[in-house]
């Protein structure tokens, strides 16, 4: 069966003053899989990502999503294609006067309708269904802890019930147990509400653990994309130090011990 | 019963169709269309057949869960299980409310609460004012301590920049001040103790009180913005551990910046103001420039310049204690450092007039 492609990009260029961050960079990205993005310091996958959530057009290429010109589309039908993908920030990225269930609710205000009362109830679902406690609804960002942080940006990415997520670096900054959770919790979500999901990490042990395929950034482009299998069989001297150094192979020991 | 679907303007909407104990959902059931079929499940009971669901997300999941008890879901698509399953799973459980009454002794509370705050508040300044004091110990014995550079960048911000609208507003209140006296002083053929008049309430109160009122305004604001944001990004925090005393360098040459330039900023009101008074009455009452100067020299004593200059150093203080104060008292968000930055422009312009009448009282209980 085709698998159908969600996003398209052909001929990305991204170029910072004279210094190019991409140069004809093609990517696909198909319904309902985890793609994990990994490069080094510098490769742009921050660029990418807020290329294709429209953050900053990029100089050169197009970029189609579900199946429509990203770039050049009318702003009414941009705000649709926003409607249907969800943004979570390295740092969550909350409003900060907002408590976390005034922050779930914001997404939730633009669909007419809706009453106040059952908002609120959608807001908590999402707020429960990111790992959250009841009563973190009612805290402040500045109340919580990073890894709380991450779940309630989450929980806003998700309140529309958007068909593609883009999480930037999500287990950046957590604890080994707290980031496995975030795992799981990004894989069951994936798969119970049929999301694609497009993820830029550095952690190996989340491409182990919920990525369906891998994408590399190199010279400036997707050098590779393929699965974890096919990715440790790859050459290239930086995707091999990459998927063959120390921390990698700590990070396969503990998949094998798992199976 | 069926939901109207001309009330949704969305593409897409739900079915609620059936009677008695037999239902049967169809159509996409999602966030954009919950709310059409909301109040119609709300009255249905029995069987719910939901095999014609075409699209089901977590908010639709999230309303047929929410009406398990009284409705049996069957029929559903596998991927639609699964996500009622997901939902039911995290469904929330908000803990029992516990939402006492508005009551006399939650307005008693309110208020002891209030007082308690304000009287912290005096002794926190209090406190920030010893911090200042110690710290300027610290550097008469070791002058090398004192961030030069910073003083002067302070003093020319809160110094220097504020001389174009202090010397306008003084300039005003002159000519006002002449302009009224002249009309009320003519009345008894007085013209001439207009000067007087002018002379005594610039020197004496207005020059200094709106200068530091217009300080207030521009200084308290941007000190407290200033330690604030280095507060909520913890950059405060981060000197600490790098051993650099906060105090030191963040209070102190603020603090010393405007204790300097606040009497020559009130010196410079003092001119203008007399300035202004001069010129209307010149214009208004032909009292001419020679003659208002001999009368101000022969009939002012130089005690009301005194008794104005005496404050400048203490309204310097108050602001500047209060601005940094509630610099430190932001918090982690954004909305506390505008809350902060007001409230400090509030504290300090009150403070400057309490302390201002205070001074009123004792010089005449002094007889000065």
């Not at chain 2, 008695?20 to 009255?43: C, F």
């Not at chain 2, 991927?79 to 929330?92: F, G, T």
């Not at chain 2, 600490?240 to 102190?252: G, N, S, Y």
């Amino acid at each position: 069966m085709a698998r159908e492609v969600v996003i398209k990009l052909r001929g990305i260029s991204n170029v910072f003053g004279t210094h190019a961050v991409h140069e004809n960079l093609d990517l696909d990205v198909y319904r309902g899989e985890v793609l994990g993005v990994v490069g080094g310091s510098g490769t742009g996958k921050s660029v990418l990502l807020r290329c294709i959530a429209g953050l900053r057009p990029p100089q050169a290429g197009s970029i189609e999503i579900f199946g429509q010109d990203a770039l050049n589309c009318s702003e009414a039908e941009r705000r649709e294609i926003d409607q249907r993908m969800g943004v979570m920030f390295q740092d969550g990225a909350l409003f900060s006067s907002l408590t976390v269930r005034e922050n779930v609710e914001v997404p939730l205000r633009t669909i007419d309708g809706l009453t106040p009362a059952l908002r609120r109830e959608l807001a908590d679902l999402k707020i429960a269904m990111s790992g959250l406690p009841y009563k973190a609804g009612d805290n402040y960002p500045s109340e919580l802890s990073g890894g709380m942080r991450k779940r309630a940006g989450l929980a806003r990415a998700l309140a529309l019930d958007p068909e593609i997520v883009f999480l930037d670096e999500p287990t950046a900054g957590l604890d080994p147990i707290g980031a496995s959770a975030f795992d799981e919790l990004i894989r069951g979500l994936s798969q119970a509400m049929g999301l694609t999901v497009f993820m830029v990490t550095h952690d190996l042990d989340s491409l182990h653990a919920c990525c369906d395929r891998i994408a590399v950034l190199a010279d400036k482009r997707v050098k590779y994309t393929g699965t974890m299998e096919e990715m440790l069989k790859i050459d290239h001297p930086w995707v091999h130090e990459y998927f063959h150094g120390p921390r990698a192979r700590a990070a396969i020991a503990t998949k094998e011990k798992a199976l | 019963m069926t939901a109207d679907p001309s009330a949704l303007p969305a593409p897409e909407h739900a079915h609620l169709e059936g009677g008695g104990g037999a239902w049967r959902l169809s159509g996409a059931l999602t966030v954009r269309s919950v709310s059409a079929v909301a109040e119609a499940l709300e009255n249905a009971q029995g069987e719910l057949d939901l095999s014609g669901l075409t699209r089901l997300d977590t908010a639709g999941a999230y309303l047929l869960q929410r009406h398990a008890a009284s409705l049996r879901l069957h029929g559903a698509q596998a991927d639609h299980a699964a996500l009622l399953e997901r939902v039911a799973s995290s469904m929330p459980q908000p803990p029992e409310a516990s939402q006492t009454p508005f009551s006399f002794v939650q307005i008693l509370d309110r208020t002891g609460r209030m007082v308690a705050g304000a009287g912290r508040f005096l002794v926190e300044i209090t406190a920030m004012l010893g911090v200042f004091f110690e710290r300027l110990g610290q550097i008469a014995r070791h002058p090398g301590k004192l961030p030069m550079t910073a003083l002067v960048h302070h003093a020319d911000q809160v110094g220097w920049r504020a001389i174009p609208i202090v010397s306008l507003m003084s300039f005003l209140i002159g000519v006002v001040l002449a302009f009224q006296g002249a009309v009320q002083l003519r009345q008894f053929g007085a013209e001439i103790f207009v000067v007087d008049l002018i002379a005594i309430s610039i020197l004496r109160e207005l020059g200094i009180l709106l200068t530091a009122i217009i300080v207030a305004g521009r200084t308290a604001s941007s000190f407290t913005a200033a330690i604030g944001s280095m507060k909520m990004r913890e950059e405060i925090d981060a000197m600490r551990t790098l051993a650099i005393d906060p105090a030191l360098v963040l209070f102190v040459p603020r603090i010393l910046a405007l204790l300097i330039t606040l009497p020559i900023l009130g010196a410079v009101a003092n001119f203008m103001g007399l300035f202004g008074g001069a010129l209307m009455s010149w214009i208004e009452l032909g009292i001419s420039p020679p003659v208002f100067l001999s009368r101000l020299i022969a009939e002012t004593g130089t005690d009301h310049v005194m008794v104005g200059f005496v404050k400048a150093p203490v309204f310097a203080i108050i602001i500047g204690v209060i601005g940094c104060h509630a610099g430190m008292q932001v918090g982690g968000n954004a909305e506390s450092l505008g809350a902060q930055t007001s409230s400090a422009v509030v504290r300090a312009i009150f403070a400057v007039i309490v302390a201002d009448a205070l001074f009123s009282i004792f010089f005449a209980m002094m007889d000065i």
